[in-house]
């Protein structure tokens, strides 16, 4: 069912949503940016329409709702451990088709990936509805099309954001339940980029062999890389943590339990017991990086781990380009050069 209310009215709904849910939006933070005198745009809790930030892409994804920065699996003393608490509210989240397909990459990880499911995941994204922002047109360094992931109909409800109001088409029948007096009804389907700047060609994972893994392709990269990590921490479907014992310092008999993102390109990473550590150039990471998201996750699940969001490309400080890496290590493949 479509709906046109103005931005107050919207608001109106938003307070009346804010009873029984946490509402997630991407927002502007002023003077938080990369550089000076520059803004951040990433996640947080909204109240009105008016912070909703939908005219650029967020530099950071949506991920960390669902799966915190640093979480706090459990409390521990001399004798016994107390695992933590989540707010009993739900989640309501406005987000991109793009990540909604990612978040569908992270229930996969995390719940799909084996006999056990990750309950610290599992507690926060049973409670997520997705309200999508409708996305005509392709961002920079977008390459979602290629990846497959600039549609998707797995919403509770999808937006359109005009001068002064907000098309909805709602879906879920909870949120229906908001727009019962609502008289100003509106056929409205949202829409789709098409098309991005940028067109990537997957290679095909039937050519790929270990020769690739020898390519001087890699060495080039270990030349650029510094190593930062930024790439994999906006990333919407890196998923990779470690986990740290904190003791408190008025006891240190006590403490917590919490688990932190870490990255595949960030030194320590691959670090083990007995001081044995593997990828420790940075070359060897990019490559592992790669294949991670165009290969071996889509040789076990049957799609791509990477949503072609186009943030790594954003955020690198070195100006590598993911999407440049991968069109690269196709024509590499269609040459056939790799086995030299």
């Given at each position: 069912?479509?709906?046109?209310?103005?931005?107050?009215?919207?608001?109106?709904?938003?307070?009346?949503?804010?009873?029984?849910?946490?509402?997630?939006?991407?927002?502007?933070?002023?003077?938080?940016?990369?550089?000076?005198?520059?803004?951040?745009?990433?996640?947080?809790?909204?109240?009105?329409?008016?912070?909703?930030?939908?005219?650029?892409?967020?530099?950071?994804?949506p991920k960390e709702i669902v799966y915190p920065i640093t979480q706090t699996l459990f409390y521990f003393t001399e004798e016994e451990y107390r695992e933590s608490q989540v707010h009993d509210k739900k989640i309501l989240v406005f987000l991109r088709p793009c990540d909604i397909n990612g978040m569908r990459r992270l229930d996969t990880i995390f719940l799909e990936n084996g006999p056990y499911k990750d309950v610290y995941f599992e507690r926060l994204?049973?409670?997520?509805?997705?309200?999508?922002?409708?996305?005509?047109?392709?961002?920079?360094?977008?390459?979602?099309?290629s990846m497959g992931s600039n549609f998707t109909d797995h919403y509770s409800m999808a937006v359109r954001f005009e001068?002064?109001?907000?098309?909805?088409?709602?879906?879920?029948?909870?949120?229906?339940?908001?727009?019962?007096?609502?008289?100003?009804?509106?056929?409205?389907?949202?829409?789709?980029?098409?098309?991005?700047?940028?067109?990537v060609e997957v290679p095909d994972a039937e050519k790929i062999t270990p020769a690739l893994f020898e390519h001087d392709l890699w060495k080039d990269y270990a030349k650029r890389c510094i190593g930062c990590g930024?790439?994999?921490?906006?990333?919407?479907?890196?998923?990779?943590?470690?986990?740290?014992?904190?003791?408190?310092?008025?006891?240190p008999k006590a403490g917590e339990r919490r688990r932190v993102w870490a990255g595949c390109h960030v030194d320590k990473f691959t670090d083990m017991a007995g001081g044995?550590?593997?990828?420790?150039?940075?070359g060897s990471r990019m490559r592992f990086k790669t294949m991670h998201k165009i290969y071996d996750y889509n040789k076990r699940f049957g799609e791509h781990m990477c949503v072609g969001c186009g943030r790594c490309d954003d955020i690198c400080p070195e100006y590598i380009s993911f999407s440049t890496c991968i069109k690269k290590v196709n024509q590499i493949l269609k040459e056939g050069n790799h086995e030299e």
């Open positions: 069912m479509g709906y046109r209310l103005q931005n107050n009215d919207f608001n109106e709904l938003l307070k009346e949503l804010s009873k029984e849910y946490k509402l997630y939006a991407p927002k502007r933070f002023e003077k938080r940016g990369r550089f000076s005198d520059t803004d951040s745009v990433r996640y947080g809790e909204i109240q009105r329409v008016e912070e909703i930030d939908y005219t650029v892409k967020s530099h950071f994804s994204r049973e409670k997520v509805k997705f309200v999508m922002m409708e996305c005509k047109e392709s961002f920079e360094n977008c390459f979602c099309v001068e002064g109001s907000v098309l909805c088409d709602v879906k879920d029948k909870d949120l229906q339940s908001q727009f019962v007096d609502n008289k100003k009804e509106s056929n409205f389907t949202p829409e789709y980029v098409q098309e991005n700047n940028i067109k930024r790439c994999n921490m906006v990333c919407m479907t890196c998923s990779c943590f470690t986990t740290q014992d904190i003791a408190y310092e008025d006891n044995h550590s593997f990828r420790k150039d940075y």
